[in-house]
């Protein structure tokens, strides 16, 4: 691979450019809902879900304490195994591209040409992109999760093979009956009709309410909102710290009846595959996601294992098999040459999966848009 006397810095500096880069651990709102423990990384295919769901019953009396006691069984017992979806994405670096000099050039270019150096950083460039998309992915998989109670498995060549069903029951995804830009709509006796069907089952209040950019701006119209609504930016310090600085804005606090709302506005987009000039956003703008304190929810993030395959020797001190970003996410890399084509390929790979745990403790309000009023 032609002069490589800068072995030893490059490998020192492409090992550590991954976690290096201001926006690694960067993640979309949505994504950041759901928590990373140390056995959020996997190598198994499939992730082993036991849940147990208790119902609403009432103890039954003993009439005796000599009689012993009332046998109880438990209410539902779900044993799921979830097969992890895959993405993966290859980049092709032709040896062609090698002889292209960059603008600026990189420090990994000496007065004679490292082409290894240039290789990985054409490499990088691919794997970096590759994570942006990725990381899109569980954004849209989290928005999925939080507005359906499902979640839509994919298999290695992206194609949709089921939907998993978190059995979050339906009531819990409402659609109000009048448009909130109507001057009668009473925006609040439907969040409160909300809470009220959630309340029994996640034995907790709503707390937080993530709304789209035109449900909230009908919910401004209202005039019970506008003039209780709390948008003091001093208070912005001491609300839910968990939730700031992750993408969302902090809107304000309503503070009626003895209820008090946070309101979160995101309205964050990505492109769809292969329709690059095709914008959506992650949260529908018409829908409101309801859900209790950070603390009182249990979203889980998990990543399924990959088989390590062999690199090839010339890069895997570069690459290794595996970047894991601490905490947050989990990429397999790999990096091989295709003699034939005289190619160098760049591949990753996630298997993320987002588990609602806490599977009664939120639910979704779908608003009417305005040019829906009339029909």
């Known amino acids: 691979m032609g002069n490589n006397s800068g072995m030893p810095d490059m490998i020192q500096y492409v090992a550590e450019m991954y976690n290096q880069q201001p926006d690694m651990r960067r993640m979309g709102f949505l994504t950041s809902l759901f928590k990373v423990t140390p056995e959020s990384f996997l190598d198994v295919n499939k992730l082993s879900m036991d849940m147990v769901y208790g119902g609403n019953d009432m103890a039954p009396v003993v009439r005796d304490l000599s009689t012993g006691a009332v046998v109880i069984t438990i209410d539902e017992f779900g044993n799921m195994e979830v097969p992890f979806p895959v993405y993966s994405l290859e980049s092709p670096v032709n040896i062609d591209r090698l002889m292209d000099r960059k603008p600026g050039e990189n420090a990994f270019i000496t007065q004679r040409v490292n082409w290894a150096g240039r290789m990985a950083a054409l490499i990088k460039e691919g794997t970096n992109k590759h994570i942006r998309m990725i990381k899109n992915s569980i954004e849209y998989q989290a928005a999925e999760v939080l507005t359906t109670g499902k979640c839509t498995l994919t298999d290695e060549d992206g194609n949709k093979i089921n939907k998993l069903d978190y059995q979050t029951p339906a009531e819990h995804f409402p659609t109000v009956t009048k448009s909130w830009s109507d001057p009668t709509a009473k925006p609040i006796d439907d969040l409160n009709a909300l809470d009220d069907v959630i309340r029994p089952n996640a034995l907790c209040d709503m707390e937080n309410y993530i709304v789209g950019k035109n449900a909230w701006r009908n919910l401004l119209k209202n005039e019970q909102v506008h003039k209780n609504l709390d948008q003091n930016v001093l208070n912005t310090m001491e609300i839910s710290p968990q939730m700031r600085n992750k993408g969302a804005a902090y809107l304000g606090k309503l503070?009626?009846?003895?209820?008090?709302?946070?309101?979160?506005?995101?309205?964050?987009?990505?492109?769809?595959?292969?329709?690059?000039?095709?914008?959506?956003?992650?949260?529908?703008?018409?829908?409101?996601?309801?859900?209790?304190?950070?603390?009182?929810?249990?979203?889980?993030?998990?990543?399924?294992?990959?088989?390590?395959?062999?690199?090839?020797?010339?890069?895997?001190?570069?690459?290794?098999?595996?970047?894991?970003?601490?905490?947050?996410?989990?990429?397999?890399?790999?990096?091989?040459?295709?003699?034939?084509?005289?190619?160098?390929?760049?591949?990753t790979r996630s298997r993320p999966l987002l588990v609602p745990a806490s599977r009664m403790r939120f639910g979704c309000l779908t608003t009417v848009a305005e040019e829906e009023e009339d029909t």
């Open 255 to 347: 503070n009626l009846d003895g209820r008090v709302r946070l309101f979160w506005g995101y309205d964050a987009t990505y492109n769809p595959w292969g329709q690059p000039s095709k914008t959506e956003y992650f949260l529908n703008p018409d829908l409101v996601i309801a859900l209790p304190s950070y603390e009182n929810a249990d979203f889980r993030r998990y990543f399924g294992g990959i088989p390590n395959i062999a690199l090839d020797p010339a890069v895997e001190p570069l690459f290794g098999h595996k970047i894991t970003v601490e905490g947050e996410f989990d990429f397999k890399i790999r990096v091989w040459l295709d003699n034939n084509a005289e190619t160098w390929k760049g591949r």
